[in-house]
């Protein structure tokens, strides 16, 4: 893991692929969308960046979707650019309120349908979300809340003992070296047993998590193209 993390005798740590951190707040006239952090807990640094699309009504409720990010879980953040660009192509897309943690802040109260919580993630991110999936298979969650969907791209996982959601889309690369690992979840999710709906949708040209790299590429846009069709038929 080199490549991620570099540990030095004197405690420095370095993450050479670390990408910038963005503001914490942003509103796009053009698009609409806002996002601002929002701090979960001052006694640990837990927060989250969320994205709220463009709503012509103040009663407007939209879907929730609850993501991790990825970075084996040692890079990345909710605040990095990278995924910040991939959330600012995407969110309009789709019209849905976008956060990274598992958090109910105002604004999800006042415009987030709660009949409608998607989770996701990629990577290590996917990893995350499908051991919230379990849980949520075999716990109540807080007010009742159900997951209706969940987006996994990419991620190697431990364990598959119920799945607390009704759908699911498992997302795999063709030139990943964890292809195959995305491809045998699909298979165990598919003989498991599980009731609910199973897509599967595969880029075979691009590497690991390739959207994040080029927002506006071709296959970037095919790939939310699909997500959009995943979450508005849910």
């Keep these: 893991m080199g490549t991620l993390i570099r540990i030095f005798s004197d405690g420095t740590i370095e993450r050479p692929l670390q990408t910038p951190f963005v503001p914490l707040k942003l509103d796009e006239p053009h698009t609409g969308l806002s996002s601002k952090d929002v701090v979960i807990s001052h006694n640990l640094p837990v927060s989250a960046l969320v994205y709220l699309p463009k709503l012509t009504n103040e009663a407007d409720k939209v879907p929730i979707l609850v993501y991790f990010h990825g970075g084996g879980f ?29 958090i109910i802040p105002p604004i999800m109260l006042s415009h987030g349908d709660f009949n409608r919580v998607f989770i996701g993630g990629d990577s290590a991110g996917g990893n995350i979300a499908h051991n919230i999936l379990m849980r949520a298979g075999t716990e109540a ?9 969940a987006i996994l791209f990419i991620l190697p996982f431990v364990g598959l003992t119920g799945l607390g959601c009704s759908r699911m889309i498992a997302c795999v690369a063709g030139k990943d070296s964890l292809r195959e690992r995305g491809v045998s979840y699909y298979e165990s999710v598919k003989k498991s047993g599980w009731q609910g709906k199973l897509e599967f949708f595969e880029e075979k040209d691009e590497g690991h998590v390739y959207q994040l790299f080029n927002v506006e590429g071709e296959n970037t846009k095919k790939f939310i193209k699909r997500l959009v069709s995943f979450l508005q038929l849910s």
């Design 74 to 102: 040692v890079i990345e953040s909710a605040f990095s650019q990278r995924y910040h660009n991939f959330f600012k192509t995407f969110v309009p897309q789709v019209n849905i309120i976008v956060v990274s943690v598992e």
């Design 141 to 149: 969650l807080p007010g009742d809340i159900k997951i209706l969907g």
